[in-house]
């Protein structure tokens, strides 16, 4: 957590209680939450269809009767092996390749890192460096930049105070990646992501759309306290991407 964060807490909570809390924000959820839209289908029509199509074991919640769960796989084998090579400096490149593991980097913004620990694969604009000679479709090693310290378009020097992420395939050349037109960042998917150090989830990206909706368990509870009936209107200030209307329910 962020000093001004800590320094808030501290009256709240004791030393060891607030190690315990940040050591906790730190672990990303163990499950996916996916809410059903009811409005087109059943929620066990909807299970059925997502285990046929991620051949994955969904759960249905057993409080919330509008939410599926999906549970981590352990970390992958290869995974635990490139955390086994410590050198961060430029002796890692050769250090990755005598074990057998990708050298190329990639590395992402916070906000994107938490992404990707939910399952999420890597668009374009939020990569903030790469390997110079990075080719589409090369293994490569995602880290984050959690405190937002390394330039866009830069080649990290080092790995030293960057977050391992896991490891994925770049679908897009370094240039394709930082080519901005008119100011605005490149598009389009640069990583998908294959394995990450909390266990693995499934991208749900373009996985049966309008049907399913990857959501925190906070906000999928909301819904459920709130209990809005025919006739409520309800503000929503919390909606992406920005301003909405308040809507008749």
Known sequence: MQSEVLSSLSVLYSHEELQALDAALRQPCPK????????????????????????????????LDDVLVVRRSPPSEELCRFEQVR?????????????????????VDRFCGEAVLKGADIFARGVRGASLALKEGQPVAIYCDVDGGLLRGAV???????????????????????????????????????????????????????????????????AHVLAAQPGDSVLDLCGAPGRRDVSEM
């Open 32 to 63: 996916l939450y996916v809410r059903a839209n009811l409005l087109k289908a059943t929620r066990e029509e909807l299970r059925s269809e997502l285990i046929a199509t991620l051949n994955l074991d969904i759960e249905p919640h057993p409080v």
């Open 156 to 222: 990290p020097a080092s790995t030293e105070g960057l977050e391992l992420l896991g490891l994925g395939q770049s679908c897009l050349e370094r240039s394709a990646i930082f080519r901005d037109e008119q100011g605005i960042p490149a598009q389009g998917l640069a990583v998908r992501v294959v394995h990450t150090v909390a266990g693995d989830l499934p991208s749900m990206n373009g996985v049966l759309p309008g049907m399913l909706y990857v959501q925190s368990l906070p906000s999928l509870v909301v």
């Open 87 to 107: 050198s961060h400096g430029s002796t890692r490149f050769e250090a990755r390749r005598t074990a057998g593991l990708p050298a190329h980097e990639v590395v």
